[in-house]
């Protein structure tokens, strides 16, 4: 139902998710509120200052990061179309 992919980046200091997409069958269900919300979890048990996201997704993908919790810092445009990634932070 969704894909996922992190690492643990600056000696186990940052989660860092570089991929996360729903179905889109499952979205608007709160499934990626909850996705989100225990990777951040995992983090702060792990001992992690921060959660950092860098996906695509434009201006969904801002307002689905921003209503979770993280600052977004950083707009990638892509050549060729109107959307964007999206880079944010979220401290723990």
Partial sequence: ????????????????INHLNLDPE??????ADFIIETLVRVAYYECA????????GGE???AF?????FRVYRRR?????????VDAVRRI
Avoid at 1 to 16: A, I, N, P, Q
Avoid at 26 to 31: N, Q, S, V
Avoid at 49 to 56: C, D, F, L, Q
């Fill in 1 to 16: 139902d969704f894909d996922l992919s992190y690492e643990w980046v600056d000696d186990g200091d940052v989660m860092r």
């Fill in 26 to 31: 499952h979205r608007g269900e709160g499934k």
């Fill in 49 to 56: 200052k921060a959660v950092e996201v860098s996906i695509g």
């Fill in 60 to 62: 969904r993908t801002e």
């Fill in 65 to 69: 990061l921003s209503k979770n919790g």
């Fill in 77 to 85: 445009e892509y050549d060729h179309t109107s959307s964007y990634g």
